[in-house]
């Protein structure tokens, strides 16, 4: 259940495409292993009330968190972190040098005596994936 939350500044909306980098950021998510797809959420949120840095108004920020079920490996939890961190700054790219952003990424782990969860997503992803192949 890897939910990955992007906040950020509302001064970044005229900036950057922020639909655009919850689609990139969630492609990237679930084409990595450790992260399965059915479990996956990607959201954004705005925050409009936000002060950075020294506080002035052309100042900006993106703070990714990645929240995962407890098991996986530092090695796993490291690699996950880095491909995500990669995709965030390759989005953000040359037109982040024209203003000043603060990037950031961090992955928790979720107690699992502290969490519950139901759903029938896979098998609404399993019924698509039939009828896909029954289309060819």
Known sequence: MPHQIIEYSSN?????NIKRLVDILH?????????????M????????LCK????????TFVHVT?????????EAKTAVGEQLFAALKKHIGPSGDSF???LSLEIQEIDPIARWKDG????????????ARGQR
């Open 12 to 16: 970044l909306e005229d900036r950057i």
């Open 27 to 39: 492609a990237a998510a679930i084409g990595l292993e450790a992260l399965p797809q059915a479990g």
């Open 41 to 48: 959420r990607t959201r954004a949120v705005r925050r409009d």
């Open 52 to 59: 950075i840095a020294d506080g002035h108004a052309e100042n």
């Open 66 to 74: 990645l929240r995962l079920a407890a098991g996986r490996s530092r």
């Open 100 to 102: 000043p952003v603060a």
């Open 120 to 131: 029938n997503i896979r098998d609404h992803l399993k019924r698509r994936a039939a009828a």
